[in-house]
């Protein structure tokens, strides 16, 4: 197993993907690389072609939701043959508001095929739209296990989440801001992971890359009050914690 990880990157959008997935298999960074559309899916999948390290999840953004819609029946046929499923979900911020019915349209639709192939392990979307995000989730209770990445709800909805049985992923800006470590102070520390959701983050400057994965670790260990070693055994752990809850997954190699 990687000794690092990164739960949440669009490998396929950095100017130079190879390098990057390279980087991240060389530095043992375990890495899900999430896709925006289905048809991204096909050679997303191919960075990860003799790179351990690296899991493609088949997505479809919430943003392209209402342009992408028509790649839904793509998404049915693939989902059989992969373990994990996102970046999906839904965005209730005002620019988004005219495909918010598109959005709950393909979100619901998505969960439904998760649904039929016995549950994926879903990197989720949620901003502005905790809530209707855990009602969509709530009437998909078999969809799989729901990991909300880059969480920013209030803590009475992260309570909420909580109950319901998701997980987290985090990464350094979350924990760079006092409301982010505020949260982030109330989740278990079994269900969270990390992440960098690199090309959309920066560090130094310049785009984050999965081996940045370190600054959110030492983030993370000090707010847990651990050494950078035991909180990085506590995310393998968890890892490991969130495969077992799905054996069967179609993906048989582990992270
Ligand atoms: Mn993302």
């Known amino acids: ?63 392209l939701a209402a342009e992408r819609r028509h790649e ?7 989902v059989p043959s992969v373990g994990f499923v996102g970046e999906i979900g839904l965005d209730g911020s005002p620019r988004f508001a005219s495909s918010r019915s598109a959005q709950l349209e393909v979100f619901a639709h998505i969960l439904r095929a998760c649904t039929e192939v016995g549950g994926r392990i879903l990197s989720i ?16 209770p078999n969809s799989g296990t729901p990991v909300l990445h880059w969480f920013s709800g209030s803590s009475r ?29 109330m989740l278990p520390a079994e269900r969270i992971l990390t992440e960098s959701d690199g090309p959309f983050t920066t ?4 785009q984050t890359t999965p081996v940045d994965i370190p600054r959110a670790v030492g983030l993370l260990a000090g707010l847990w009050g651990v050494t950078a070693a035991e909180c990085e055994q506590q995310l393998r752990d968890n890892l490991r914690t969130l495969l077992a809850q799905h054996p069967d997954l179609p993906d048989e190699r582990t992270l």
């Open 125 to 140: 979307h949620s901003r502005s739209a905790t809530m209707q995000v855990l009602d969509e989730l709530g009437r998909a």
């Open 72 to 78: 839904l029946s793509h998404f049915e046929q693939i």
């Open 203 to 206: 560090t130094n400057g310049r």
């Open 157 to 185: 909805q992260a309570r909420i989440a909580i109950d319901r049985g998701c997980w987290f992923s985090v990464g350094a800006p979350m924990l760079a801001t006092s409301k982010g470590r505020d949260l982030l102070a």
């Open 1 to 63: 197993m990687a000794s690092m990880i990164d739960f949440h990157c669009h490998l396929d959008l950095y100017r130079e993907p190879e390098r990057v997935a390279n980087e991240a298999q060389e530095r043992g960074v375990a890495v899900l690389s999430v896709t925006t559309t289905p048809s991204a899916y096909g050679r997303t999948k191919m960075l990860a072609e003799g790179r351990p390290a690296i899991r493609t999840a088949l997505g479809l953004h919430p943003e």
